[in-house]
């Protein structure tokens, strides 16, 4: 790996740290405004609405330009959206916007890898990217939750105070906010200096019209894939699962172990340290074309899920969370560069991974409905958690019993 990956590897994790910190920035500052519970898990909707509605243009921008000009782009938008909140904008239209830059910028952080490496760098780079991007959620979670935190952000909001110039900041989900900013203006600064790859598979056409059909064309295709339709069908139920298990921690931490919601958002990062460890082993152990081969590890980490109901003791609480992000990281990682690279072979990067943010945020966009119907029913957090690990382990199983043996069913 040279200079230019690790670029890239930067750029990914300041942009990914900003991200995960905001998230409970803006959580915070909606329990300042006095939200009702069922706002958190919209918040993330507003957030990956964007990934769904503008799936067929996203992957046609981002093979469009030289992808480290469309991260720069993208950081830029974000930077915007995390600004519209510290200046007033309610936090559910201030993180759609937010979610806006990340819809735009997902296809380019992943597609240059496809235009960048070689196949057989492919799971060795996604488990850079991966370890680092959860790298970032680890921090994120941790800055966001010290940030947030009263007894460390008041002081700090001392500090910050500027004789006869008010600056705004009066709160520690503002003091948080800004901090935030300065990360997304580094993102964007490392952008800047990422390598310039030559543009792969550019859009026959900008027409909105053509590019609906050509992001159909693609949905179908990879669908029809037999390994493109096994790698898509996990990695969508995962990240679905993944995003809601965060919200899920935190309501859980609160019941289970009396955690304010500054500690509460430093024990996800636990579940993130797992997603690390999980993806260096997947990078050790598991070749390209045995992917197929980790699903039954999915059906595990439901099982895993159903696990915390009972637990009480904060140290059990840790060591079952990084399990659990273990086995996330160790089946998603293989999967993922399985798909990419059936995606880049059949259409381009930018594109497969665009109809990959599609289905994966849709996903998401079902799964954290569903939760915040429950939440609006004041359903028991040990019911919700219950419903969850038997969906997650059900659909694994299910996936398991018709793909198993697909990997012998299409050539990597």
């Given at each position: 790996?040279?200079?230019?990956?690790?670029?890239?590897?930067?750029?990914?994790?300041?942009?990914?740290?900003?991200?995960?910190?905001?998230?409970?920035?803006?959580?915070?500052?909606?329990?300042?405004?006095?939200?009702?519970?069922?706002?958190?898990?919209?918040?993330?909707?507003?957030?990956?609405?964007?990934?769904?509605?503008?799936?067929?243009?996203?992957?046609a921008f981002a093979d469009?330009?030289?992808?480290?000009?469309?991260?720069?782009?993208?950081?830029?938008?974000?930077?915007?959206?995390?600004?519209?909140?510290?200046?007033?904008?309610?936090?559910?239209?201030?993180?759609?916007?937010?979610?806006?830059?990340?819809?735009?910028?997902?296809?380019?952080?992943?597609?240059?890898?496809?235009?960048?490496?070689?196949?057989?760098?492919?799971?060795?780079?996604?488990?850079?990217?991966?370890?680092?991007?959860?790298?970032?959620?680890?921090?994120?979670?941790?800055?966001?939750?010290i940030l947030i935190t009263?007894?460390?952000?008041?002081?700090?909001?001392?500090?910050?105070?500027?004789?006869?110039?008010?600056?705004?900041i009066d709160t520690p989900?503002?003091?948080?906010?800004?901090?935030?900013?300065?990360?997304?203006?580094?993102?964007?600064?490392?952008?800047?200096?990422?390598?310039?790859?030559?543009?792969?598979?550019?859009?026959?056409?900008?027409?909105?019209?053509?590019?609906?059909?050509?992001?159909?064309?693609?949905?179908?295709?990879?669908?029809?894939?037999?390994?493109?339709?096994?790698?898509?069908?996990?990695?969508?139920?995962?990240?679905?699962?993944?995003?809601?298990?965060?919200?899920?921690?935190?309501?859980?931490?609160?019941?289970?172990?009396?955690?304010?919601?500054?500690?509460?958002?430093?024990?996800?990062?636990?579940?993130?340290?797992?997603?690390?460890?999980?993806?260096?082993?997947?990078?050790?152990?598991?070749?390209?074309?045995?992917?197929?081969?980790?699903?039954?590890?999915?059906?595990?980490?439901?099982?895993?899920?159903?696990?915390?109901?009972?637990?009480?003791?904060?140290?059990?609480?840790?060591?079952?969370?990084?399990?659990?992000?273990?086995?996330?990281?160790?089946?998603?990682?293989?999967?993922?560069?399985?798909?990419?690279?059936?995606?880049?072979?059949?259409?381009?990067?930018?594109?497969?991974?665009?109809?990959?943010?599609?289905?994966?945020?849709?996903?998401?966009?079902?799964?954290?409905?569903?939760?915040?119907?429950?939440?609006?029913?004041?359903?028991?957090?040990?019911?919700?958690?219950?419903?969850?690990?038997?969906?997650?382990?059900?659909?694994?199983?299910?996936?398991?019993?018709?793909?198993?043996?697909?990997?012998?069913?299409?050539?990597?």
């Amino acid at each position: 790996m040279n200079l230019g990956f690790y670029i890239i590897l930067a750029a990914q994790f300041l942009s990914a740290l900003a991200d995960n910190a905001l998230l409970f920035a803006a959580i915070a500052l909606l329990k300042d405004l006095s939200s009702p519970a069922w706002h958190t898990p919209v918040l993330q909707q507003s957030f990956i609405i964007s990934y769904i509605v503008l799936a067929p243009f996203v992957g046609a921008f981002a093979d469009s330009l030289p992808k480290g000009r469309v991260m720069f782009i993208s950081n830029i938008i974000k930077l915007a959206g995390c600004v519209t909140m510290l200046v007033g904008v309610h936090p559910l239209i201030a993180y759609c916007l937010v979610g806006l830059g990340a819809a735009a910028y997902s296809p380019a952080k992943y597609g240059i890898l496809t235009e960048y490496l070689a196949p057989d760098q492919l799971v060795k780079a996604n488990s850079w990217m991966e370890g680092l991007t959860v790298a970032a959620i680890v921090l994120g979670a941790l800055v966001g939750g010290i940030l947030i935190t009263p007894s460390i952000a008041n002081p700090l909001l001392q500090l910050w105070d500027v004789p006869l110039i008010d600056t705004g900041i009066d709160t520690p989900p503002e003091l948080a906010i800004t901090v935030i900013v300065l990360i997304y203006i580094a993102a964007a600064i490392f952008n800047l200096y990422i390598p310039r790859v030559a543009i792969d598979h550019k859009p026959l056409s900008r027409s909105p019209v053509f590019l609906v059909k050509d992001f159909w064309h693609c949905f179908k295709l990879l669908w029809k894939d037999p390994l493109g339709q096994v790698s898509l069908a996990v990695t969508t139920l995962f990240w679905g699962a993944g995003a809601t298990l965060r919200l899920l921690v935190l309501a859980w931490a609160a019941v289970a172990l009396q955690y304010d919601i500054g500690a509460a958002a430093k024990l996800t990062a636990w579940v993130a340290i797992g997603i690390a460890i999980g993806s260096v082993l997947a990078a050790k152990f598991i070749k390209l074309e045995h992917s197929v081969k980790v699903l039954p590890v999915g059906i595990a980490m439901g099982v895993a899920v159903l696990m915390m109901i009972p637990v009480t003791n904060s140290i059990l609480a840790i060591l079952l969370l990084i399990a659990i992000g273990a086995m996330g990281g160790y089946f998603v990682v293989p999967m993922n560069a399985l798909l990419q690279h059936r995606g880049h072979l059949l259409m381009g990067a930018g594109r497969s991974i665009a109809v990959q943010n599609f289905n994966e945020n849709l996903s998401i966009f079902a799964m954290l409905g569903l939760y915040a119907v429950m939440q609006k029913l004041e359903l028991s957090i040990y019911l919700i958690i219950t419903v969850f690990g038997l969906l997650l382990s059900g659909i694994m199983a299910a996936l398991y019993k018709r793909h198993g043996h697909d990997q012998d069913k299409g050539r990597i």
